[in-house]
């Protein structure tokens, strides 16, 4: 069964432009969440999907966002781009709420 | 809040020698527990779950309710076990809540 997958593996964008991440989770899995780690705050939860809907959303502004489709792939959009955002991305899928959830290789993104 | 700590950034030890990795956690409900691994260059990966108990790579984890404690065991650590290690913790969803994680060196 193939893992998660992230594309990019790798960004650079400068301050001010926007980004969109790519998220394909294990086959059959509906739930897919995504986490920021950086050196300094560590791993981060930012949203929760399960069939299309959000169903949790972590402490980040309103320049985060998300969604996923009805394949369950999932996507994150990060608007006006600080240096501050330059951070692993993560996404993880699962089958469900408390089961166990596989994590994706992250997206790479640096911010100048 | 709910918040998990993880006391040591670094814990090292010799080849042999028994290994603790402390997690406390703090949440008013009953919460489920996980500790996730990362070796290098590769994917954080599930180690255990408390609900399970089981014993994983030979390391165990008992959820202590009074403490707030559910601190990872190994008797003898073994140089593979050289990795990043996580506490998590999650409440009737797939939001986790990460610790800040402890560095785990084996020596040989």
């Known amino acids: 069964k193939a893992g998660v997958t992230q594309t990019p593996r790798y960004l650079i964008k400068t301050r001010g432009q926007q980004v969109t991440l790519s998220c394909s989770p294990i086959?059959?899995?509906?739930?897919v969440s995504w986490y920021q780690q950086t050196p300094g705050q560590g791993l981060q939860f930012l949203f929760e999907y399960f069939s299309e809907t959000q169903r949790n959303k972590g402490n980040f502004p309103g320049r985060f966002s998300g969604r996923q489709f009805s394949n369950s792939r999932s996507e994150m959009n990060v608007s006006t781009l600080e240096l501050g955002d330059s951070a692993l991305y993560l996404c993880?899928?699962?089958?469900?709420?408390?089961?166990?959830?596989?994590f994706g290789p992250g997206t790479r993104l640096t911010v100048l | 809040a709910q918040r998990v700590t993880q006391p040591e950034k670094l814990l090292s030890v010799f080849k042999g020698a028994p290994v603790e990795l402390k997690c406390n956690y703090s949440?008013?409900?009953?919460?489920?527990l996980f500790w996730y691994v990362q070796y290098s260059r590769q994917r954080l990966q599930l180690l255990l779950r408390?609900?399970s108990r089981e014993s994983i790579k030979g390391f165990t984890a008992d959820l202590n309710k009074g403490e707030t404690s559910f601190h990872l065991k190994k008797p003898f650590a073994q140089e593979e076990d050289s990795a990043m290690y996580y506490c998590a913790l999650s409440y009737n969803t797939d939001k986790l809540i990460f610790g800040t994680g402890t560095r785990l060196q084996v020596f040989p």
């Open positions: 949440y008013s409900g009953s919460p489920e």
């Open positions: 408390h609900i």
């Open positions: 993880a899928s699962s089958l469900g709420a408390g089961v166990e959830q596989f």
């Open positions: 086959s059959g899995h509906r739930s």
